[in-house]
């Protein structure tokens, strides 16, 4: 069996499709399944010398004179007829056993030429599909994927030739779906296609773009379904967006397979088609990890007190963390909504909580702008707007944290505007023995109460070292989270604690409330309290607690594992597609 992975994350990982390849790819039970794994995709680094990357391993590369005797001839031959340059090789990947996974990579460079043929493959698009390319030309993220289609079904052709067993085209969100459709139209009895639906591009941007959000959002998609009636019949037409003109064409794959709970009632709200075609949930999973004792679990708590005595000058007795990327759809203003509840109880119990929040829009700084910024104002406890500090999402976040610190008596929050936690990507702020892995290891909760969600690996990575993770209602892991949390119960046959904190968020009543598109509402006052008063209560106070917490968010870690998703979810899934 063949495995086409159809993604802009082939070479690297940018979000979350990228963590869940290295998850797939890593899996010892995937690569026991799949005879050969094969990623494809867009060429982004055309000029570099290492366009896989710099561990790829690049076999085929007629621009740079490399050639592969088993490909090249059939490579260069779709290279003469599309007129497009092809780069083929492999991409080495760490396994958990210690083992390294190298799949193929196969990336077509569609942004310095036009494939030959372009304009056909759309007319059959829509002739067969009622796909009207026309509407979305100008929308650059639906060009090159529709560019990259047909040239990248002839690589998989050539690399595959003489294969008999079944290949599957895995469409990863709206960007694989062309080639997907490509691979149907060519009515080749091997191919068999899957749409791997990591959101509902149409979902979040209603959410992210109306007032109330999840909260007005997921109320009336629950009653739309119980009516049998689709998006636009709610919000109207929806044609115009080409993100949701693709992810309509999913219902003609073999499979469709959805992060989340979410996910799947998203999907059904787009129309018929999708009410009436099967839904695998296929959860994201969890990376393999050591199982943490609970000295090296004080050990990180007592570097991450560190870490806040180095900004702050106290040592919290509590420490929590939000590490992210900076878009509306974290609602990170839920963070400051709680830890504002939780202050004065907090202060009743003479108790300090320190925040880290890990979140950036304008990407990675130089550890020399991080040094320069920490040396002239104290950043990242002190922030400037402009370049290399604040943009101008990160300055509407950072005016909440001040108005957080300055009202809190017993909590504060340190925005680290930055990828990394250590000394130095964060300029000389941080202590040298701090390593970002503390930052997982050590927190007593991680946050991530977000208005979209379709899974949300993050939030819940902290469990299996005995972490809490506070997620909102809207995240699409919550039930896979309880799921395994019962699992754990049911073994005990005792109480075990809780692993996680739910704020029911998109049950929000918007009556009397003023929402703000973007930024904290009355109506999240209510939720947010409950939050905070079910984390106070949670949060372990001794060492007894807390190697409970850790026995029982391990057990829950390796339960919500990469190897359980792939051998009783995908597999499984593709399997009966394939029947």
């Known amino acids: 069996m063949v495995h086409v992975h159809v993604t802009h994350e082939a070479v690297r990982k940018v979000g979350g499709i990228g963590a869940v390849l290295q998850g797939l790819v890593t899996a010892k039970t995937y690569r026991a399944a799949v005879d050969r794994i094969i990623l494809v995709g867009p060429l982004v680094d055309r000029h570099r010398r290492d366009p896989l990357g710099p561990e790829g391993i690049i076999l085929y590369d007629n621009w740079q004179g490399i050639w592969s005797e088993d490909h090249g001839s059939a490579l260069r031959a779709i290279e003469t007829a599309r007129?497009?340059?092809?780069?083929?090789?492999?991409?080495?990947?760490?396994?958990?056993?210690?083992?390294?996974?190298?799949?193929?990579?196969?990336?077509?460079?569609?942004?310095?030429?036009?494939?030959?043929?372009?304009?056909?493959?759309?007319?059959?698009?829509?002739?067969?599909?009622?796909l009207a390319s026309d509407r979305h030309e100008g929308q650059w993220e639906?060009?090159?994927?529709?560019?990259?289609?047909?040239?990248?079904?002839?690589?998989?052709?050539?690399?595959?030739?003489?294969?008999?067993?079944?290949?599957?085209?895995?469409?990863?969100?709206?960007?694989?779906?062309?080639?997907?459709?490509?691979?149907?139209?060519?009515?080749?009895?091997?191919?068999?296609?899957?749409?791997?639906?990591?959101?509902?591009?149409?979902?979040?941007?209603?959410?992210?773009?109306?007032?109330?959000?999840?909260?007005?959002?997921?109320?009336?998609?629950?009653?739309?379904?119980?009516?049998?009636?689709?998006?636009?019949?709610?919000?109207?037409?929806?044609?115009?967006?080409?993100?949701?003109?693709?992810?309509?064409?999913?219902?003609?794959?073999?499979?469709?397979?959805?992060?989340?709970?979410?996910?799947?009632?998203?999907?059904?709200?787009?129309?018929?088609?999708?009410?009436?075609?099967?839904?695998?949930?296929?959860?994201?999973?969890?990376?393999?990890?050591?199982?943490l004792p609970l000295a090296g679990r004080k050990r990180a708590r007592r570097q991450l007190a560190d870490a806040a005595e180095a900004l702050l000058g106290f040592r919290p007795d509590l420490t929590f963390s939000h590490v992210s990327r900076l878009v509306p759809s974290k609602a990170m203003w839920r963070d400051l909504l709680v830890l504002q509840q939780l202050d004065p109880l907090l202060q009743e119990r003479r108790r300090t909580a320190v925040l880290f929040v890990l979140a950036t829009e304008a990407g990675s700084r130089l550890p020399a702008s991080t040094q320069h910024m920490h040396t002239a104002y104290d950043w990242p406890v002190v922030h400037c707007e402009g370049y290399p500090d604040l943009s101008p999402g990160e300055l509407a976040f950072d005016l909440l944290v001040r108005r957080h610190n300055t009202r809190a008596r017993n909590s504060r929050v340190v925005f680290i505007n930055q990828f990394g936690f250590d000394a130095l990507s964060c300029g000389g702020a941080l202590p040298k023995a701090v390593v970002f892995d503390d930052l997982r290891r050590g927190t007593d909760a991680e946050f991530g109460q977000s208005i979209y969600e379709p899974f949300g690996i993050a939030?819940?990575?902290?469990?299996?070292?005995?972490?809490?993770?506070?997620?909102?209602?809207?995240?699409?892991?919550?039930?896979?989270?309880?799921?395994?949390?019962?699992?754990?119960?049911?073994?005990?046959?005792?109480?075990?604690?809780?692993?996680?904190?739910?704020?029911?968020?998109?049950?929000?009543?918007?009556?009397?409330?003023?929402?703000?598109?973007?930024?904290?509402?009355?109506?999240?006052?209510?939720?947010?309290?409950?939050?905070?008063?079910?984390?106070?209560?949670?949060?372990?106070?001794?060492?007894?607690?807390?190697?409970?917490?850790?026995?029982?968010?391990?057990?829950?870690?390796?339960?919500?594992?990469?190897?359980?998703?792939?051998?009783?979810?995908?597999?499984?899934?593709?399997?009966?597609?394939?029947?």
């Open 459 to 579: 939030q819940i990575e902290p469990v299996g070292f005995g972490a809490l993770s506070v997620v909102s209602d809207a995240c699409g892991c919550v039930g896979f989270l309880e799921t395994a949390y019962a699992e754990v119960a049911q073994r005990s046959g005792g109480t075990v604690p809780p692993v996680h904190i739910l704020g029911q968020y998109s049950q929000g009543q918007l009556e009397g409330a003023v929402p703000i598109v973007g930024g904290p509402s009355a109506w999240e006052a209510a939720p947010s309290r409950v939050v905070a008063d079910a984390l106070f209560d949670a949060l372990p106070t001794n060492d007894s607690d807390r190697q409970s917490l850790l026995e029982t968010g391990h057990a829950v870690a390796e339960i919500m594992s990469w190897e359980r998703v792939v051998g009783g979810q995908l597999l499984a899934a593709l399997k009966r597609a394939t029947r």
């Open 83 to 130: 007129g497009v340059r092809v780069v083929y090789g492999r991409r080495p990947f760490k396994c958990p056993d210690g083992t390294i996974s190298e799949p193929e990579i196969l990336l077509v460079d569609v942004e310095s030429s036009v494939p030959n043929g372009l304009d056909a493959f759309k007319h059959v698009l829509y002739e067969r599909f009622g």
């Open 142 to 291: 639906f060009e090159q994927f529709m560019r990259l289609a047909e040239p990248a079904l002839d690589g998989i052709e050539a690399l595959v030739a003489g294969v008999d067993s079944p290949i599957w085209f895995i469409a990863h969100e709206f960007m694989g779906l062309p080639t997907a459709l490509r691979a149907i139209v060519s009515e080749d009895r091997r191919f068999h296609t899957a749409f791997y639906a990591h959101e509902v591009a149409t979902a979040r941007k209603i959410i992210e773009g109306q007032a109330g959000h999840d909260a007005s959002f997921y109320p009336l998609l629950s009653k739309a379904l119980e009516q049998e009636e689709s998006v636009e019949a709610v919000f109207g037409s929806q044609d115009d967006f080409f993100k949701h003109a693709l992810v309509c064409q999913a219902i003609h794959c073999d499979a469709i397979l959805a992060v989340g709970d979410r996910v799947v009632d998203e999907l059904r709200f787009l129309g018929a088609g999708f009410r009436e075609a099967t839904i695998d949930l296929v959860y994201n999973g969890l990376p393999q990890a050591e199982r």
